[in-house]
């Protein structure tokens, strides 16, 4: 079955430390992506990042960055020196075969204070 | 990069009232989808679509109907809206295969049924 583990609920943070939010996937497909979201009060959904699982290179833009590790099924996001912007809900995702539905992670909330 | 357009940001409708959520897509993807979400539920999925006129229950299709009459919109229809649908409405389309592959949310509807 496929399943997003978001183990973290809420993370705060104070501005300029860095964290990272950790994503654990259960999926039976040997190929399969896998995305980040972010969700700011407003509550839109913004795409962060997708990785197709052939590609294990971690991917950096700007002071994020994400490290995929297919041996242990893990997907994690790091934001490096972290700004009051980046508070918001983070979301991990990953697709469901056939359909394309989307299974989400529970959500990890950030809150970075000034 | 691809853009899914949401008519509404917020809407307030009767109870009984019949509503239509439209959301427009502009990269000729073929699936689209119609999720809620909600406080300690998450996201769950409504409708989805994989062609024009085609249609699949989601996992809380209750309630609601969708149209696809033309590739690049997908319709949410609530036939006589009950104050449990009050929630956050959120519309996407995909495209998973290779490089060019995309999920992409569009900004929300926040209904309110009174």
């Known amino acids: 079955a496929q399943k997003v583990t978001q183990a973290q609920t809420e993370i705060s943070v104070v501005e300029k430390e860095d964290v990272t939010l950790d994503c654990v996937y259960e999926?039976?497909?040997?190929?399969?992506?896998l995305f980040w979201y972010k969700q700011p009060p407003s509550g839109e959904l913004v795409f962060l990042i997708r990785?197709?699982?052939?590609?294990?290179q971690n991917e950096i833009s700007g002071r994020y960055s994400w490290n995929f590790q297919k041996s242990t099924s893990s997907f994690n996001f790091t934001i490096t020196a972290s700004q009051v912007v980046d508070s918001a809900v983070y979301f991990c995702?990953?697709?469901?075969?056939?359909?394309?539905?989307?299974?989400f992670g529970t959500g990890t909330r950030l809150q970075v204070f000034p | 990069d691809v853009k899914v357009t949401q008519s509404s940001r917020y809407l307030v409708k009767r109870t009984g009232e019949k509503v239509f959520l439209e959301c427009v897509q502009d990269?000729?993807?073929?699936?689209m989808f119609w999720y809620r979400q909600d406080p300690g539920l998450g996201l769950r999925l409504i409708y989805f679509?994989?062609?024009?006129?085609?249609?699949e229950k989601g996992d809380i299709p209750e309630g609601y109907s969708v149209s696809r009459e033309k590739k690049e919109r997908f319709s949410l229809i609530l036939e006589s809206a009950s104050t449990n649908q009050t929630s956050m409405y959120l519309c996407?389309?995909?495209?998973?295969?290779?490089?060019?592959?995309?999920?992409?949310f569009g900004s929300g509807t926040r209904l309110t049924v009174v």
């Open positions: 996407a389309s995909s495209f998973l295969a290779g490089d060019r592959a995309s999920y992409t």
């Open positions: 999926t039976r497909d040997t190929t399969y992506y």
């Open positions: 990785r197709n699982s052939f590609d294990e």
């Open positions: 995702a990953l697709p469901e075969p056939n359909t394309d539905k989307l299974i």
């Open positions: 990269m000729d993807h073929e699936n």
């Open positions: 679509s994989y062609d024009v006129k085609m249609k």
